[in-house]
């Protein structure tokens, strides 16, 4: 399991109000399942994906 990066719990409150913690997760399967399914495009983007959390 690995940290992407943390959400705004306040931005997010519109979407649901059950969130129970900021940050987001990514586990081993879906990192296994994206590099098989989509592994050039992982590639590109794994760098970006806190970043992406964060400027929503």
């Known amino acids: 399991m690995y940290l992407v ?3 705004d719990i306040e931005i997010y409150s519109c979407i649901s109000s ?30 970006y994906l806190n ?3 964060a400027d929503f």
Do not use: F, M
């Open 18 to 47: 059950d969130i129970v913690t900021d940050e987001v997760i990514i586990t081993d399967n879906q990192v296994e399942h994206i590099k098989k399914k989509h592994s050039v495009a992982y590639d590109d983007i794994k760098i």
């Open 51 to 53: 970043e992406a959390i």
């Open 5 to 7: 990066g943390k959400l």
